[in-house]
């Protein structure tokens, strides 16, 4: 199992431009989420999904759009990237109730 | 809403010694706890994953305790090596929702 996987590893946009942030598992995992990491705030939620087709907000849901439409992939897009996006964004999976795990990471700069 | 605490925010300590790390946090009605470790500039490794029912949850020289009632969780670290070197994150999830929510994490240095 590759476990949860994210491209690309590192990203540089110019603020206006729209990109979209893969992540892909594959342990037929129902619940997966987006969250973005900054210094000094911690890990936050952005967007989730508990299964194909179904999909809701977390806590920073602003300028991100998603969809499910297979188990596998959780995509992430950024319409128009501001400053306020730079960060390092993360993937996770889980089914259930049970243990989340975490993909590597996207590092994000908008200039 | 659920508010997570880490105390302390850092520590470094000589190899070998034990450690405990504190997790607190507001609201009892969780469904599990889930420890994760994260090496700078990666992403976040599990740990440990101690459901509510349980009072302890053991993987090598780590141990993790909950006391869901009165909201507190340690990571107990055995004979601490330099590779243990990391972020520690707590991170509980709710009840009735899939989110986990994490505090700022613990930054732990084990000098040789």
């Known amino acids: 199992n590759a476990g949860v996987t994210q491209t690309p590893k590192f990203q540089v946009l110019k603020t206006g431009q729209s990109m979209t942030l893969q992540c892909a598992q594959d342990?037929?995992?129902?619940?997966m989420s987006w969250y973005r990491q900054d210094p000094g705030m911690g890990l936050r939620l952005i967007h989730y999904?508990?299964?194909?087709?179904?999909?809701d907000q977390g806590e920073v849901p602003n300028g991100y759009n998603v969809s499910r439409s297979t188990t596998e992939d959780f995509p992430l897009r950024l319409l128009s990237a501001a400053p306020s996006q730079t960060s390092v964004y993360f993937c996770?999976?889980?089914?259930?109730?049970?243990?989340?795990?975490f993909g590597p990471g996207t590092r994000l700069t908008v200039l | 809403k659920q508010e997570v605490t880490q105390i302390p925010a850092a520590l470094s300590v000589p190899e070998g010694e034990n450690l405990v790390l504190n997790c607190s946090f507001t609201d009892s009605a969780i469904y599990n706890l889930q420890w994760f470790r994260q090496d700078p500039g990666k992403g976040l490794t599990s740990l440990l994953l101690i459901q509510s029912s349980q009072r302890e949850q053991t993987s090598g020289r780590l141990n993790a305790s909950l006391d869901k009632s009165s909201g507190r969780s340690t990571l107990y670290i055995a004979a601490s090596q330099p590779g243990d070197s990391a972020t520690y994150l707590c991170a509980p999830r709710g009840d009735s929702s899939y989110k986990l929510i994490f505090g700022s994490g613990t930054r732990l240095l084990v000098r040789p």
């Open positions: 996770a999976s889980s089914d259930t109730y049970n243990e989340q795990f």
């Open positions: 999904s508990v299964g194909a087709g179904i999909t």
């Open positions: 342990m037929n995992h129902e619940y």
